[in-house]
């Protein structure tokens, strides 16, 4: 037996990321402007930086609690009372690994090996692949795209619960989509859950990047005392945390003793330093966040605006989130077409098939970076598309 072959199947199962193969095909190309990867080119700023360096030098070296410091707990009940008018005690909350991390422990909380987990694609491939692991099924429901925008068929995410379905995995604004959920979708989705039991896991990363302005409807906007949906979420995007690898959930305090124990014996806690920066993060960032929020708008447009005027792109501008996923006419391979649009103009982009069902022909681009380079990489992506 080789030693491939003697792994776990459920490790196994555990797929590639379609993104990276492109990303490592050409990471090292000069000139290359990169818009594959989720985040911005800005380093996380000096007042968060510096709160963790001051905390790691004045030696918070140690094991820390488990649920997140007091402190880091307070500040996250502080910031969801301003952000979403919601009154969450500190005990709601739990400070985790990553958005990555909080996504595989609700995961591992709520679906048993065997249960459905369904999730509406195409969507960022770490959902079904972190339901995948825990020996669950992961159920995609597609979004409907028509005339450059996306839908939800609720119909369609009813028609595919079963009785082993435990959950509905909803992303809004969505990567890579940037469908947002109005308000009723959001009280259509948990009315769906109540009728069947079910819990939401709700990732609303990206609610504060919503172009009509305020941040996007949330769950909180909709729900009730004894409604089952747990948050993840992460401090990557608004504050310009890719690296840092903090995060957390928001669930009821009933659950707070198992959730514990999960991060127990996952990475016992996250580092106490860094939950320093991430308590200035929160209390000190909003000025950061609005100016990130801002470029984002600004690049969207500007990206967005040149490639519909080629006419041979079908997209329309999203409504949330940082991304822009394009139909780009005569791409019937998005991974081939990412390799060559990468050699042809040095522009980094996602190919669709990374991203599930329905997003095969799509190509995706972030949008957060320098406001120059976005534009150069529009102009570049133009002229290959009218030269095709
Ligand atoms: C929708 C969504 N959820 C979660 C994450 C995970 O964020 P992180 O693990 O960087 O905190 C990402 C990252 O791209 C994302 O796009």
Known sequence: MSIVESLSPRSLRAPESGIVEVVNYAREREGLIPLWVGEGDLPTPEFIARAASDALLKGETFYTW?????????????????????????????????????????????????????????AWPNFAA???????????????????RWQIDLDR??????????????????????????????????????????????????????????RAPSFLDVMEDGDRVIFVNSFSKNWSMTGWRV??????????QVLENLIQYSTSG??????????????????FVQANIDKAAKNRDVFCDALIATNRVETLKP????????????????RKAALDIVDSTGVGLAP???FGPGGELFMRACFLRDPKEVAEAADRLSRYIAAR
């Open 270 to 287: 996250v580092p106490q330093f860094l939950q320093r920066g991430a308590v200035a993060a929160l209390d000190e960032g909003d000025a």
């Open 247 to 256: 995060g957390w959930i928001v669930a009821p305090p009933e659950m707070g």
């Open 319 to 334: 409504d949330g989130a940082l991304y822009a996923f394009l139909k780009i006419d005569g791409v019937t391979d998005s």
């Open 130 to 148: 972190a339901a995948e692991l825990s020996g669950a099924n992961p159920i995609a429901v597609q979004l409907d795209f028509s005339g450059g």
């Open 66 to 122: 488990q649920r997140g410091i007091p402190e880091l707990r307070a500040a996250l009940s502080r910031y969801y009372a301003r952000r979403f008018g919601a009154a969450l005690p500190a005990e709601h909350f739990y400070v985790v690994g990553s958005g990555m991390q909080a996504i595989k422990l609700a995961v591992e909380a709520l679906v048993s090996p065997g249960d459905d987990m369904v999730y509406l694609t195409p």
């Open 157 to 214: 995410v009813e028609a595919a619960i079963t009785p082993k379905t435990r959950a509905l995995f909803i992303n809004t604004p969505s990567n890579p989509t940037g469908w947002t959920a109005t308000r009723e979708d959001l009280a259509s989705l948990l009315a769906i859950a109540r009728r069947h039991d079910l819990w939401i896991m709700a990732d609303e990363i990206y609610a504060l990047y919503h172009y009509a302005g305020g």
């Open 352 to 354: 669709g098939t990374a």
